[in-house]
């Protein structure tokens, strides 16, 4: 996957050699009158002389507020590019230098931002890492021998399918075309032949921008950008046609909405979108395999980053409310989430990064550590945490098959490689391991249980997940390497711990009707 090896790409997947790569209070009730509201104090002249950011200015609850605040935006020197009234956050665009502390003083005003430190016209990051590994004739040749009638062409090298039991799940049902689950990514190639049955395209948008852009293909990646979204997107669904792979539901529906730049920047704006546009069209469960740039843990006692987070927990609250579930993948670091501190040495990642000290209980990896979020940990074929992924007793709910080294978690045969096979670009398919690839198993078996109840509000399908998972306990000493050094250390009992939660998901329970 394109910059995946550099400081630059954030999605949580990882190349073939695993180079690593709180509540809080919206919306009162009730609205202030415009009568009561004044626009914020501006200069006589605004400065329009420093670099276009983009910021986000979340405002108390009510339309009135939301249009005074945009007056006041106005005479900050920010323009308007979409306003996302029903959460109270309005994406601008400004080369006025103070407007975030000028627009912090308008009255409505709860919080205001800057989304990125690089200016919008920031420059590429051509450094592209070793991304994926590439499914070798051979190993297709022999899956197809090996294939069962029941069997898609490359299922033999799947070996995550009966980790989670979704290969018994299919003898009952693949799920309902009812159900749609949005892959918040870098794009979906919807034209792959295992992909394209499944398609919603009603439910997809480019969101890029932080406005949604409904052109027809608009959700595609481009040409060299990253195929990441697309290989979430068959893990979740790929359509059980006889070719190619199987999906974990491969009876829904899929949709895809595009909210990383060509860089590989998912920027909270465009996160933003992805939320909210999830929720008004029909999307049941949305897939976050990334952290949010140019934060790698944003902090909420910083002016700037405290928005941004306020911004994404009013959208994917929206959502939730909606009758979406949202999980996200945990991450690639192999940090605590639940330790004291962490050393952050990789943000912002959209210019110059420094070293950092934070609390992760104050500073948060985000969509993966919001209220509400299902946040899923990585295990391999060898059902041990994979030595990536992140962790933390409290803070993991879940765990799902995300791949590891193969010397480090070998797969039983016919599989042949420890990492996950799923669709790419251009009708082929590739291998990649990280908690991205975790996630969309969780989301697919949600996906399978929102075909089983189809009625069940968010909140039940999430307790349905925690209840049916597969216990697992702590794995200590874990010595992943097995080079005789503890590597992490797992906290908890067998019904919740750190490395995994609840559990392993189970897509067999999930299509059980008890």
Known sequence: MAHLGSRRGRVLALPAGLALTASLGFLPSGAASAAELSDAPAAATVAATGEKLSY??????????AASVKKAIAAAGGEVVIAYDQIGVIVVHSQNPAFAQTIRKARGVVSAGATRTAPLSAQNDNSVGEA????????????AARATDEQDALEPLQWDLPAIK??????????SSRVTVGVIDTGVDDTHPDLAPNFDAKASANCVSGKPDTTPGSWRPNPGESDHGTHVAGTIAAAKNGIG????????????????TPDGFFYTEAVVCGFVWAAEHGVDITNNSYYTDPWMFACKTDEDQKALIEAVTRATRYAEKKGTVNVAAAGNSKFD??????????????????????DPSVCLDYPAQLPGVVTVSATGA?????????????????????????EYQTPDAPAVNGRILSTTVNGGYNYKAGTSMASPHAAGVLALLKSTHPYASPAALKALLYAQADERSCTNPYDIEGDGKIDAVCEGGTQKNGFYGAGLVDALDAVRKW
């Open 56 to 65: 986000v200015v979340n405002v108390e609850g009510g339309r009135w507020t």
């Open 132 to 143: 994926t590994q590439a499914l070798s004739a051979t190993e297709a040749a022999a899956a």
């Open 166 to 175: 979704a290969d018994k799940a299919h003898k009952k049902t693949l799920g």
């Open 245 to 260: 792979i199987t999906g974990v539901a491969p009876g829904v529906k899929v949709s895809g909405i595009k909210v990383s």
């Open 337 to 358: 989430l639940a330790a004291d501190e962490i050393l952050d040495n990789s943000s912002p990642n959209d210019t110059t990064p420094g070293d950092r000290v934070i």
């Open 382 to 406: 060898k059902d041990l945490k994979a030595s990536y992924s992140n962790y933390g007793l409290g803070v993991i709910d879940i765990a799902a098959p995300g791949g590891d080294r193969t």
